[in-house]
C-alpha cells in the first residue's frame, strides 16, 4: 500500500518468531550478538514469522495482538490498522501512517536474563540490537510517524533525554488496553502525545479479545499474582481470571492459524481461586475445555508456581491424565526458585510460598520438583542473585538445595537481581563486580545441573518440537556444542580460578586465555 496504513503495530525483530515451536528458546534474543553468527541464530534459533506480499504477518506477539484488538473495538477499522513485520515497513508505512505502535519485552538489554547473559558474555543483547534498528527504519525516519512504545519492557524507557534520543513520542508503562485507543486517536489527530503514560488496570471487561493469532497460539487466562513479592509491580498484585467462554474464544483465533494454545499466567495453577488456594475444579475444567476444543491437539502453559504444584499434587495428576503427559511427551513451564534461604523468603516474598510457611520453602520446591518428576512436568526454573539483604548463608542454603534437585529433569537459570518494580530505588542491581565466590559457585551449580540434563532435553525436545530436519540437526549440534563448551570452561573455573567466575571473564574478555578451539573460530568467521 503506496499510501501506507494510518495505523502500524510491529515489534522487533527476535519477537516476530516462533522459535522453531519452542516458545522458550525466544530467551535466545537474550544472548549477546556475536556469540553465534548472524545467519545461524535467525534461521536456526529465531526464524521469522510469515509475512503475505503486503508485509501483514501471519501470527505476532500477544501483546501486540491485545492492542490491536483494543483499536478494533473502540472505533478504529480494520482498514486504518496493520500488523506488519518489521521487515516489511516499506511496505505499509507511507504518507498517510500517522502512528506506530511497537511491542518490546527488552528493547535497552537491561532485564534480568539479558543483562546476566551480556555480563557474562559481553556484547550488546539481540533484542536491543533489532529494537533500534526499528527504530530507525528508512521508512520511518522518511514518513516520521510518531512512535508509541509499549510492552514488558516500556518501563526502560521512561528517561526523557533517552526517549528523544531514539526518536520516541510516548511510552506506555503497564497495561495498555485502556489507555491506547485515546492515544492512537490523538497520533492520527496530529494532537500532542504525553512523553510517558502509565497504563491504567484493566477490569475483565475492558480485557478484549485478540483478533489474531499469537505467536505460538499464547493464550492468557488470567493475569496478575496477588502474591505481593516486594520486587513486583503494583500491576501484577490484582489478580484477574477471564471466563473459559473468552479463553475458548482465543483458543479458536489461534486453531484457525494452525497453533495449538499455550496458556498464559503467572500461575496457571491458580486459576479461579479466590484467595492463595488452588481451586482444583476451576483448573480441571479449563484444561478440560482447552484439550476438548475442536482441533486442539496439545495445551501448553507458560508459567506455574512451585507452592501451587506442592500444595495441590492430585491437581498435577489430574491435568497430566487429561493431556496425556507421559515420559516421552512431557509437559514443560516457567516457575521461580529465586533463592534456598527462608530467610529470604520471610524477608522479600512472604506471598511466594503461601500457603506455606517461609521456613518451609526449601522442603516445597524440593516437592514440587518430585510432584512434577513423578508426573513428567520439566521444570524451567529461575533463581535470583543479589537479592538484597543477601548474605553468605544464604547462598549456601542455595547451593545446597540445588543439589537436591539434581536428580529432576529441569533447567535452573540464575540471574542477576534487576532493580526494578517495588525494588526501584530501595535496592541496587548486581552484576558480574558484585559476584564473589559463594555467588560463582550458585551460578555454576546450576548451569552443571543443566548440562547434566542438556543432552536428554535437547534430544528429546528436538525431535518432538522441530519437524525440519536440517534446522533439528544443526540445533542439536549447536546446542551439544556449547554444552561441550561449557562443561570444560566449568571446569575451569573450578580448577584454575578456584570460583572466581569473574577473573575467568575478564580472561576470556581480554583474550588471555582462549574460550573456542582454533577450528572453532575458523568456522564462526566463516559463517559470519
Known amino acids: 500500500m503506496k499510501q501506507g496504513f494510518p495505523v502500524v503495530l510491529t515489534a522487533d525483530r527476535t519477537l516476530m518468531s516462533e522459535y522453531n515451536g519452542g516458545i522458550f528458546l525466544g530467551f535466545s534474543a537474550c544472548i549477546p550478538r556475536g556469540l553465534i553468527p548472524d545467519s545461524v541464530y535467525f534461521s536456526l534459533f529465531c526464524p521469522s514469522v510469515k509475512a503475505d506480499k503486503n508485509g501483514v504477518v501471519e501470527v505476532a506477539p500477544y501483546g501486540t495482538r491485545k492492542i490491536e484488538a483494543a483499536l478494533l473495538e473502540n472505533g478504529f477499522s480494520r482498514e486504518e490498522v496493520i500488523v506488519a513485520h518489521p521487515d516489511r515497513l516499506d511496505r505499509v508505512i507511507g504518507p498517510k501512517t500517522k502512528v506506530i505502535g511497537i511491542t518490546e519485552n527488552d528493547p535497552l538489554g537491561i532485564g534480568p536474563a539479558t543483562s546476566t547473559f551480556t555480563q557474562i558474555f559481553g556484547g550488546e543483547a539481540y533484542m536491543a540490537v533489532k529494537f533500534r534498528e526499528l527504530l530507525r527504519h528508512p521508512s520511518i525516519r522518511r514518513f516520521k510517524p510518531k512512535i508509541i512504545v509499549g510492552g514488558p519492557g516500556a518501563w526502560q524507557l521512561e528517561n526523557e533525554e533517552l526517549r528523544r534520543e531514539l526518536g520516541i513520542d510516548c511510552v506506555v508503562i503497564g497495561e495498555g488496553e485502556k489507555v491506547a485507543p485515546s492515544l492512537f486517536e490523538k497520533a492520527l489527530n496530529g494532537e500532542e502525545l504525553p512523553r510517558v503514560v502509565y497504563g491504567e488496570t484493566a477490569s475483565i471487561e475492558d480485557i478484549p479479545t485478540i483478533k489474531g493469532a499469537a505467536v505460538d497460539g499464547l493464550v492468557e487466562v488470567a493475569r496478575g499474582c496477588g502474591r505481593g513479592c516486594r520486587f513486583c509491580v503494583p500491576t501484577l498484585q490484582l489478580y484477574r481470571c477471564l471466563p473459559i467462554d473468552r479463553i475458548l474464544k482465543e483458543v479458536e483465533v489461534n486453531i484457525k492459524a494452525g497453533r495449538n494454545p499455550i496458556l498464559h499466567a503467572e500461575d496457571v495453577l491458580r486459576y479461579g481461586a479466590k484467595g492463595i488456594e ?147 530505588g530501595k535496592a541496587e542491581s548486581f552484576g558480574l563486580e558484585e559476584m564473589g565466590q559463594r555467588h560463582s559457585e550458585v551460578f555454576l551449580k546450576c548451569w552443571e545441573h543443566n548440562l547434566d540434563w542438556g543432552p536428554t532435553l535437547i534430544k528429546e525436545w528436538t525431535e518432538r518440537n522441530i519437524r525440519n530436519p536440517i534446522a533439528r540437526h544443526g540445533v542439536k549440534l549447536i546446542l551439544s556444542y556449547a554444552i561441550k563448551q561449557g562443561r570444560r570452561l566449568i571446569d575451569r573455573c573450578k580448577k584454575e580460578y578456584y570460583y572466581d567466575l569473574k577473573a575467568m571473564i575478564e580472561d576470556l574478555k581480554s583474550e588471555r586465555v582462549k574460550a573456542m578451539p582454533v577450528t572453532t573460530r575458523f568456522l564462526y568467521r566463516l559463517l559470519s
Not at 377 to 403: F, H, N, Q, S, Y
Open 278 to 424: 488452588v481451586n482444583r475444579e476451576a483448573v480441571i475444567n479449563l484444561f478440560k475445555a482447552v484439550k476438548g476444543y475442536p482441533g486442539v491437539e496439545r495445551v501448553g502453559i507458560s508459567h506455574f508456581a512451585l507452592a501451587s504444584v506442592a500444595s495441590a499434587p492430585e491437581v498435577i495428576e489430574e491435568i497430566s491424565d487429561i493431556l496425556g503427559i507421559d515420559e516421552k511427551n512431557w509437559f514443560s513451564g516457567q516457575t521461580g526458585i529465586e533463592t534456598g534461604s527462608p530467610e529470604l523468603i520471610e524477608k522479600l516474598m512472604r506471598g511466594k510460598c503461601k500457603p506455606f510457611t517461609p521456613e518451609e520453602w526449601p522442603e516445597v520446591v524440593l516437592r514440587a520438583f518430585e510432584i512434577l518428576s513423578e508426573n513428567n512436568w520439566v521444570p524451567c526454573a529461575t533463581l535470583i542473585l543479589g537479592l538484597p539483604g543477601e548474605k553468605e548463608r544464604d547462598l549456601e542454603a542455595t547451593v545446597d538445595l540445588i543439589e537436591e534437585l539434581r536428580p529432576f529433569k529441569s533447567l535452573i537459570v540464575p540471574l542477576f537481581l534487576v532493580a526494578t518494580g517495588g525494588l526501584k
